[in-house]
């Protein structure tokens, strides 16, 4: 089959577009062409590359028309961040392309009532933020565009990516590389909340898989939605814990009330934080281990565990000194 990936280059991307590749398929990645792929492998040599400004040709009318040129059996967009600019995409492509595959987020899922979040279910509150509603209302247009007997579409939704080559959401729900210099030292960090707060994290490569099963099962994967994570979710405590005994350190933390953890942290950090932890998510991959035969080979600790790693190796991440 020829698949067009939007965003081909990104997190997610570079690890799909070689998959497809060995898959025997003709693959077209689009991106904005700024920047290389995170992972460097042999596949994709035989990817033709074509540069595409989403934001630009959506606000001109034209992506939808750029990607319907490119004759596609199959169109995976991992860039697309608002219901006006999936609907377009959906409407040119209608009658056009056999399957559409969008990335959405867990984070359609507001705060968690009960756990494991299931699809369909009502184990969560409605989403507040923007980016939030934005994927619940994308997810919910694709559903009802293939009950209606529109175009073939399936929505997926990853958790916390996680992935060689950038950050990932650390053992405080934000990005602070300072979290890994204190535990990497034995030094006590503050943990806002109980410490029992979950995040559900996923590697980019059990991302990718889900995207080419989905691919090979078109008929299951046909007007559904699927939660993409790791088999199990991280607690607040759990993560610092383990995340010590890579440095070989025992963890040494303090709770603290949300405010002085404000008080005592970077705006852009402390926002993260509640914006991850407030959510208290976890999910389950049941649905897509049943349709989609999902089997995800990074439990949460392994996939950041790879990504901080790397981070040291490349000289992205520099620890303290205990």
């Known amino acids: ?54 934001t630009h040709e959506d606000l001109a009318g034209t992506f939808g028309d750029h990607i319907a040129g490119l004759g596609a059996d199959v169109v995976v967009d991992l860039l697309c961040f608002t219901l006006d600019s999936a609907t377009a995409l959906v409407g040119r492509l209608r009658g056009g392309v056999g399957h559409l595959l969008h990335c959405g987020s867990i984070w359609r899922y507001g705060a968690s009532i009960k756990l494991p979040i299931a699809e369909g279910s009502q184990s969560a509150l409605e989403p507040t933020d923007d980016y939030g509603i934005q994927k619940r209302d994308i997810a919910r247009m694709l559903k009802e565009e293939t009950a209606s007997g529109g175009l073939v579409t399936t929505s997926l939704h990853p958790g916390h990516i996680v992935g060689p080559g950038w950050h990932p959401v650390g053992p405080l729900g934000n990005f602070d590389p300072s979290v890994w210099q204190k535990i990497s030292a034995g030094q006590t960090v503050e943990m806002p909340g109980s410490g029992t707060e979950l995040m559900h994290h996923v590697h980019a490569d059990d991302v990718a898989q889900a995207f080419e099963k989905a691919i090979q099962r078109r008929e299951a994967a046909a007007g559904e939605d699927f939660n993409i994570v790791a088999p199990t979710a991280l607690s607040v405590r759990g993560f610092a814990g383990i995340a010590a005994s890579w440095f070989g350190q025992e963890p040494r933390f303090e709770t603290v009330g949300w405010e002085e953890f404000r008080r005592n942290t970077p705006r852009e950090h402390a926002e993260a934080s509640w914006a991850h932890l407030s959510r208290n998510h976890c999910l389950t991959i049941e649905k897509a281990k049943s349709l989609l035969g999902y089997a995800p080979r990074y439990e949460p600790e392994q996939a950041v565990h790879e990504s901080v790693q790397w981070l040291i190796g490349n000289k992205q991440l520099s620890l303290a000194e205990g």
């Open 1 to 54: 089959m020829k698949i067009v990936v939007i965003g081909g280059s990104g997190h997610i991307g570079s690890f799909l577009v070689p998959r497809l590749v060995r898959g025997g398929h003709e693959v077209i990645s689009v991106s904005r062409g700024t920047r290389a792929p995170y992972t460097d492998s042999p596949e994709w040599q035989q990817v033709r590359q074509v540069t595409a400004d989403r």
